[in-house]
């Protein structure tokens, strides 16, 4: 095991946003405006644990290239600032406009502080900005709305336009009860209750960061169907934290889902049968953006879990997000499943190296890895019992990070006990595993490696598993093996840096 100090630098993302020397949470008010991405997350401005909660702020232009912004909104004497999201008021519903302005809001838990008026309490706040989401104002009647809940939070706003109206609907949860509160709005200001979802499905943690959103299936605008997303914590497949959705229809008022379970606690067996956003251990609070052109549905996730979240060996700054993926609908055997892709801007620009075939019985050393790659595999099962890479390895396959597939019991395994420095917490060092249906006999993963994390999308993105490493940085190796018998493999690497 390696120790952290001589490599802390080493571990800073190329691809993924971290902030230069803080902590970060949460994605928040992610928005597409004027030609600009806005990254918003939890922030603690004076630190690098979690604490003093604020909404940070980055820009890009090509989701890939971030720039830190001074902090959007501060945490007070009153209240931090706890997640939540932003709209654009294109018709300055909420009269927070100037002329030839539009303005932003972002709608934020208050998370009252001890001495405040609402001690204890988390309500929903809104402020806004007419500078195009650099600096803001928080609207002096806040809260806008508030259950006097400890644990009400996280709001997510969009605009429903279908056939029960057109108005601003606000998804926020319960996070004890797992219940996702939908309430609507014409002006941000004042919300009427609506519905409620859950408890359902995954219920082993408390839910946090709902988000609700329409997707064309298969691509078809004429047939579509709602996803409701909830993280949870913990009580996610492998541990830890994590974010389940749901697949159903939203009629402006109740959202309803076919995969609902509603007796409350789950038996814990249940959980490979739920629908994960992630199978990894670090992927966590995914939200999507609003706003954004085309159609197109982005999210990002926090990429850590709140296990060790506070521990990871990176300094001065901590927690990266997860690459920007987009996501879609696509029908298996006859039901609409969430498929995931890191957006093509990710990987735009870059030149594949040459594809390679591999007959495997045994390892395979394979020239070319770098900490900064998208390696993509496919492989034909034959008499192996197991087959894989190990990625970020010394080389010989004897260390690194080892992502397998097992095809006699169609699983995807992740194994990064021996992934570098993994003794700063005890729950770190840890195999995780997905189900992974072969297609047509073959398994596709596209791995994503930046430095400190690897991102698995395997069949088209159909399951993902995402954690983080931290590796030695000269250990660059991939090796690809088979296990107890032979396979094929082919490999394709991209470096990305
Ligand atoms: C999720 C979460 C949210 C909360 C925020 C506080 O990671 O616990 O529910 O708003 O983090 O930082």
Redesign the pocket.
């Known amino acids: 095991m390696n120790t952290a100090t001589p490599t802390l630098g080493a571990y800073r993302p190329a691809m993924h946003y971290a902030c230069k020397d803080t902590w970060l949470?949460?994605p928040n008010g992610l928005v597409f405006h004027d030609g600009i991405y806005h990254l918003y997350y939890?922030n603690n401005p004076f630190g690098n644990v979690?604490n003093n909660?604020s909404w940070g702020h980055a820009t890009s232009t090509d989701l890939v290239n971030w720039d830190e912004q001074p902090v959007a909104i501060p945490c007070d004497e009153t209240e931090e600032i706890?997640?939540g999201s932003i709209v654009v008021d294109q018709d300055n519903t909420a009269g927070f406009g100037m002329s030839g302005t539009t303005p932003l809001v972002a709608v934020y838990?208050s998370a009252y502080k001890a001495g405040s008026a609402h001690e204890g309490m988390q309500a929903q706040s809104i402020a806004w900005s007419t500078d195009g989401g650099y600096t803001w104002t928080k609207y002096s009647g806040n809260p806008v709305l508030t259950r006097k809940s400890p644990e009400f939070?996280?709001p997510k706003v969009f605009r429903y336009e279908g056939p029960a109206g057109s108005y601003w609907v606000m998804a926020a949860v319960e996070?004890h009860d797992y219940a996702v509160l939908l309430y609507r709005s014409d002006d941000l200001k004042n919300w009427e209750y609506l519905s409620t979802f859950g408890p359902a499905n995954g219920t082993g943690g408390i839910w946090?960061?709902p988000d609700l959103f329409e997707l064309p299936v298969d691509g078809d605008a004429g047939n579509t169907r709602w996803v409701l997303t909830v993280?949870m914590?913990p009580g996610g497949p492998n541990g830890g934290s994590a974010g389940q959705y749901f697949v159903g229809e939203f009629d402006g008022v109740t959202f309803t889902s076919g995969t609902t379970v509603t007796e409350g606690m789950q038996e814990p067996e249940r959980v490979v049968d739920y629908h994960w956003l992630d199978w990894g251990r670090d992927y966590?609070?995914a939200v999507s953006f609003s706003n954004v052109p085309g159609g197109r549905r982005l999210m990002i996730g926090?990429m850590n879990n709140?296990q060790y979240a506070n521990h990871i060996p990176t300094s001065p700054w901590r927690s990266p997000m997860s690459l920007v993926r987009e996501v879609s609908l696509a029908s298996v055997h006859g039901e609409p499943r969430l498929v995931q892709q890191p957006a093509p801007e990710c990987t735009a620009g870059s030149v594949p190296g040459p594809a390679r075939s591999l007959p495997l019985n045994g390892k395979v050393a394979v020239d070319g890895g770098t900490p900064v790659q998208l390696i993509e595999a496919t492989f034909t099962a034959g008499t192996a019992s197991e087959f894989g890479l190990v990625v970020r390895g010394a080389g010989n396959g004897s260390s690194g990070t080892r992502i397998s597939i097992r095809p006699g019991t169609g699983q995807l395994m992740l194994d990064r006990t021996n992934s570098g420095d993994t003794g700063f917490h005890e729950a770190f060092p840890s195999i995780s595993t997905a189900p992974l249906p072969a297609r047509d006999g073959t398994y596709s993963l596209r791995i994503f490696v930046d430095h400190c994390s690897v991102e698995v999308f395997a069949q088209g993105g159909l399951v993902t598993l995402t954690e983080l490493i931290f590796p030695d940085p000269s250990d660059t190796g991939i090796t690809v093996f088979s296990t107890g018998g032979t396979a094929e493999a082919s490999l394709q690497l991209t470096d990305l840096a």
């Open positions: 949470n949460d939890q979690h909660m706890f997640s838990t939070r996280d996070a946090e960061c993280n914590n966590y609070a926090w709140w």
